[in-house]
């Protein structure tokens, strides 16, 4: 007997494509079109409303004569390399810590990891209240006192960018944590017992045995951390709104200044393309390492 | 070269204890094996000697130096593990140095002597490779590398060759046996694989539960099993254990299989008289005449009826049932049943064998022995 079977497509066919479509089209759309529609308005002159009259790449050329930007991509630059800097280092040594089988792991590990789970927003006012001179940490050192104690970066121009670096290294830094006991639990134990038999230290155990072998998971919390800090904005909103004055702007404050509150939509685009070249410029290798080490293993 | 003393060393974790008191001395050059099941404490013991975990009594000494507490790097010792534990960010050069590097030796003398290992172990090829570039067969050789360049007092090896597949064992296995001769190292070798304790040991120690079972030369623990465990766990296929009555025969104690009915199409229910086979060093059996002893017997013991042996003194023939019949080229393993236990018979491949006829074979006695059905202890 011979049954005909026709294609017939059902329901069940389709469900994972019909489920699929909506996100690849916001996707698609909100995403990579508003990239290039983005992209397209940096090379016009808009100002409050897009506008298609191409200007070339004169607003790039405004962008770096521009001393609020160049103040910001400074910023970016002191502000991402300490974070990712300190986050690394303070991930790397708590991970260690907490790697020497001690009770309450989990409760510590909770502990660490916690701050990761509230928003930049709360992290930058909770931070802004402890920070502030007048009814923070400089007035308790005081009212301990502490006459002489003053602890003012806040509002100095020139220390506010490290009050950035302490509330992001908080957050962000009992993530990276959890990144590399993650690693560390996954190396080998004889390794270790071999490396002692050897005669290396504890510490030489760890900088040419452990560490080294760790080198995926740098370089992934590498990535994280980098992209958090090129993309920070909402930090900077909650914790200073740029001040004083914009000392501490970073790109993405600048952007978000430019394109909505001060009409200058063109510009915006030009400093949003930029900072996508950074988050480029730090995912194409990565990705490509990605890759490569797949094929090889 | 160091000789290693193991004195009463005891290892409790909370409640449960892991050594229950071992002692165990080994003259400098020595081959040890422990050998024993899973869970037996081979490993801890072995941690224990190499410092990476603590003992709770007793002591440890190299070379007459006791080093119980002291760590490690300080025993100077070296390890071949069984997951090798090569430091996967070094090349194999690296690695070899690794150990001489943390001991402060120059580089110039580094060189020589990852070259000196590299080629007594033929690696030379493969120095500036990574551990990941290699093959499981080359890592074992360069573990063992790692372990040789630092010339230590005495090597560790835990179940080295147990990750290899079966024929590399071998051929690894040989290996390290002519290292062995070369180099007349102490070594301190586990392993659960009972062929290579054999093999390998200039002296075995069976555990089991903590307890060293035996030790002894690998001949004495075959010929002479200390108890049923030892019986059992040393020799492929494992000793016979035959259910067996002590009784007085005339002035000689003999031992009395039980009886074995033999079943053929052509003669219905034929009873033999019980097989009755002598006993060397009978004497030791006087007080158990009577009562039932498990008769262990090799089953090179169990054969056809050979010519040249025939009218021995402890030579008995008789008939069984062929159960299963597994041939292996140098021998036939044949199986059949006594009392209730089944027991392996090796014959000649020549040796004509009917799967549910019967046979017959012959008992040779003159390396018998007997344990109590009870406690396991060996009786004679």
């Known amino acids: ?297 | 070269m160091a000789s290693l003393v193991i004195d009463n060393v005891k290892k409790r974790y909370g409640n449960t204890s892991v050594l229950k008191g071992i002692d165990i001395a080994i003259e400098a050059g020595e081959f040890l094996i422990l050998v024993g099941p899973s869970g037996c404490g081979k490993s801890t013991l072995m941690n224990a000697i190499a410092g990476l975990e603590d003992v709770t009594e007793g002591r440890i000494l190299i070379d007459d130096q006791d080093v119980t507490f002291s760590s490690p790097k300080d025993r100077d010792i070296a390890m071949v593990f069984q997951s090798y534990a090569l430091y996967p960010n070094m090349t194999v050069a690296e690695n070899i140095a690794f150990g001489l590097e943390m001991r402060k030796v120059p580089k110039t003398e580094r060189e020589q002597e990852v070259q000196r290992v590299a080629e007594l172990l033929q690696i030379s090829h493969l120095l500036n490779r990574k551990p990941s570039q290699l093959s499981g067969g080359q890592r074992q050789r360069v573990a063992m590398g790692r372990a040789l360049a630092r010339r230590p007092q005495l090597y560790l090896f835990d179940e080295p060759l147990s990750n290899l597949d079966a024929k590399l064992r071998v051929e690894m296995r040989t290996e390290i046996k002519k290292l062995h001769q070369k180099l007349k190292t102490t070594i301190v070798y586990v392993t659960h694989d009972q062929i290579e304790a054999m093999t390998l040991a200039d002296r075995i120690a069976v555990m089991k539960d903590g307890e060293v079972q035996q030790l002894g030369t690998p001949q004495e623990i075959y010929d002479n099993p200390a108890n049923l465990f030892v019986a059992g766990f040393m020799g492929s296929p494992a000793m016979n254990f035959i259910p067996a009555k002590v009784i007085e025969s005339g002035n000689t104690i003999m031992l009395e299989l039980t009886t074995n009915t033999i079943e053929t199409p052509t003669t219905i229910n034929t009873i033999e008289t019980p097989t009755r086979l002598p006993f060397p060093n009978a004497e030791s059996l006087q007080s158990h005449i009577g009562k039932e002893v498990l008769l262990g017997l090799r089953p090179e013991m169990i054969t056809e009826p050979q010519p040249h042996k025939a009218g021995l003194e402890f030579t008995v023939n008789s008939h069984v049932n062929v159960d299963v019949v597994e041939p292996m080229g140098a021998d036939t393993m044949m199986i059949t049943r006594i009392g209730n236990n089944e027991v392996n018979c090796r014959c000649h491949p020549s040796y004509n064998m009917v799967v549910g006829a019967t046979c017959e074979v012959m008992f040779d006695t003159s390396k018998a022995v007997a344990f109590d059905i009870e406690s396991g202890q060996r009786l004679d």
């Open chain 1, 1 to 297: 007997m011979i049954t005909k079977n026709a294609p017939r497509f059902t329901l069940a066919d389709w469900l994972p494509k019909l489920v699929m479509a909506p996100t690849v089209v916001v996707t698609l759309v909100c995403m990579y079109g508003y990239m290039i529609w983005t992209g397209v308005l940096s090379l016009t002159n808009s100002r409050m409303l897009p506008s298609y009259d191409f200007v070339g790449l004169s607003q790039y050329e405004r962008l770096f004569n521009n001393d609020r930007w160049l103040v910001a991509l400074a910023n970016l630059g002191l502000f991402g390399g300490l974070f990712i800097g300190i986050c690394l280092c303070l991930g790397v040594i708590l991970a260690i810590f907490l790697d020497q089988k001690i009770r309450n792991e989990g409760a510590i590990r909770t502990i660490y990891l916690y701050p990761m789970a509230i928003s930049f927003i709360v992290t930058g006012t909770a931070w802004k209240w402890l920070l502030n001179p007048t009814n923070g940490l400089e007035k308790m050192m005081i009212d301990l006192g502490f006459e002489q104690f003053t602890f003012d970066w806040l509002v100095n121009p020139d220390k506010v960018v490290y009050c950035l670096v302490i509330a992001a290294v908080w957050q962000a830094s009992g993530f990276i944590m959890a990144l590399f006991l993650a690693g560390l639990r996954g190396v080998d134990g004889d390794l270790i017992k071999a490396a002692q038999l050897d005669g290396a230290g504890t510490f030489t155990t760890y900088r040419r045995i452990v560490l080294p072998s760790l080198k995926p998971v740098f370089f992934s919390a590498l990535v994280i951390l980098a992209h958090i800090a090129i993309k920070s904005f909402d930090l900077v909103a909650a914790l200073t709104n740029g001040g004083p004055g914009y000392s501490s702007d970073l790109p993405a404050n600048f952007m978000y200044a430019h394109t909505f509150t001060r009409s200058q939509i063109g510009l915006g685009s030009a400093s949003a393309i930029v900072m996508l070249g950074c988050v480029l410029a730090i995912l194409i290798p990565y990705l490509y390492s990605e890759l490569r080490g797949q094929r090889h293993d």
